[in-house]
């Protein structure tokens, strides 16, 4: 007779690390049949809806998810991965996509990532799941851009250096490397975060790095997830501080492109909405045109 393994808790499943976007479909379909069983309300402010659970006479506050990206059925995500296998094929080869098809990868792509924020909220403790989720974020993006067949590789560049008796090495840490296939062209370095708070900075910083320590311009986007967090219990609010981004752009080594799957309201506004673009706009229009440049 042979052995059947048990099934991983919902909590080893959001841990473990993944490889396809069939591996995350599964875990969030999970997350998704899970929430109704355990959430007792949810508080809709703006366009954001966080979910409420009730536990031992307290109540426990998940992350806010915007609704209109947000896909809560765990039928329609079925659908729409399927829909979105036969988007990235198109990409692949090359073949228009319209701007419902756009949307609906942003959607698609942001339920999967925000059912692994979700499920942690209500199942772990919050410094494990910030440092998990960054890692699934990483990885979810390399699944992504492997299903529209672009070469990608995780790399940490370390670069000696000395300067009036000062010598050391710096570690430059690209959470993603993506390659043409058929050209000499230079790669394109993405810096992948969750959020852009803190940490903005450190890609410019990085990017300015790397062209000292190269001799040569370097190819750097920035994708975030989102740029919004829960405001206490019932309302929301955002980390983007446009003012400070423009400033960025403007006055060190420009962004190739700055990309997020919920874009904050004022990136959509002159002068941010110039560079910042949702993410589905890299992997349709832009991404291929960074690839191809010298």
């Known amino acids: 007779m042979r052995n059947v393994l048990p099934m991983p808790s919902l909590l080893e499943g959001l841990k473990s690390p993944k490889i396809s976007l069939e591996e995350f479909l599964g875990t969030a379909l999970r997350v998704l049949q899970y929430l109704p069983a355990v959430v007792k309300d949810r508080i809709t402010t703006g366009n954001y809806v966080m979910f409420v659970q009730e536990s031992s006479s ?10 209109e990206l947000f896909i809560s059925s765990p039928n329609e995500l079925e659908k729409a991965y399927g829909q979105a296998i036969k988007i990235f094929q198109k990409i692949k080869e090359g073949l228009p996509v319209s701007g419902d098809e ?3 990868l942003d959607q698609f792509i942001y339920t999967l990532q925000q059912s692994m924020g979700l499920g942690m909220d209500l199942l772990a ?4 799941a910030r ?5 699934r974020f990483e990885e979810l993006l ?13 790399a940490v560049q370390e670069f000696s250096y000395q300067n009036e008796g000062f010598s050391g090495k710096y570690k430059v840490e690209n959470d993603l490397i993506v390659r043409p296939l058929f050209s000499e062209s230079p790669p394109v370095r993405i810096s992948s975060k969750i959020t852009s708070k803190d940490r903005m900075g450190k890609i410019y910083l990085d990017k300015i790095l790397l062209e000292k320590f ?17 405001k206490g219990t019932q309302g929301v609010s955002y980390t983007l501080v446009p003012g400070l981004l423009a400033v960025y752009q403007t006055f060190l080594s ?4 700055i990309y997020y799957l919920d ?19 890299l992997l349709v229009k832009d991404l291929p045109l960074l690839l191809s440049l010298t």
Do not use: C, W
Request: proline fraction near 9%; charged fraction near 25%.
């Open 142 to 154: 390399s699944a992504v851009f492997n299903e529209t067949g672009k070469n990608v590789e995780k």
């Open 263 to 281: 874009v904050p309201p004022s990136a959509k506004r002159a002068p941010l909405n110039r560079f910042v673009k949702p993410f589905s706009e």
């Open 58 to 67: 307290r109540h426990l506050y998940t992350r806010p998810v915007r609704e």
């Open 125 to 128: 403790q919050a410094n494990a």
């Open 131 to 135: 440092k998990h989720l960054g890692i």
């Open 214 to 230: 190269t001799g040569r311009p370097q190819k750097m986007v920035a994708v975030f997830l989102h740029d919004v967090q829960r």
């Open 102 to 104: 756009q949307r609906l």
């Open 254 to 257: 420009p962004l190739d492109g």
